[in-house]
């Protein structure tokens, strides 16, 4: 089964980490990147996305912000909240809204438990 991903994070940097760490785990999955919550909202009301990760800290809406409004877009979607800002209140908004928080710096040991779990969970559906 092939999985759409929205990858969301003012770092284009941050973003070609991911999108490596994404070839390399799962090669056949459909990427696309965005810069800010503006524009992935814009991308989420064109197309449907199985997967979304999610910056904590960027200008404009945050990632928690932008996790909601995705949640209300589409209540079935994989969400994933990545930032470097532990802090318990973070991961607990973080759960609020149904996302998985994820430590940066990123890992691919890290996301590729999250999209097994989320294969395996779609799987089961």
């Known amino acids: 089964m092939t999985f759409q991903v929205l990858i969301v994070d003012d770092s284009k940097l941050a973003r070609m980490a991911i999108a490596k760490a994404m070839n390399n785990l799962q090669p056949g999955w459909t990427r696309v990147e965005a ?3 503006d524009d992935a909202l814009a991308l989420a009301r064109s197309q449907t996305f199985d997967i979304a990760l999610l910056d904590y ?3 404009g809406r945050d990632g928690l912000q932008l996790a909601g409004e995705l ?3 589409s209540p079935g979607i994989a969400l994933a909240l990545i930032s470097a800002n532990h802090q318990r209140e973070v991961v607990s908004q973080a759960h ?3 996302a998985i928080f994820l430590s940066k710096p990123l890992t691919q040991e890290a996301l590729g438990q999250f999209l097994s779990e989320v ?3 779609k799987r089961s559906m």
Do not use: I, Y
């Open 96 to 98: 609020e809204v149904g």
């Open 35 to 37: 810069a800010n919550a």
């Open 57 to 59: 800290n960027m200008p």
């Open 119 to 121: 294969q395996q969970s």
């Open 71 to 73: 949640r209300d877009l």
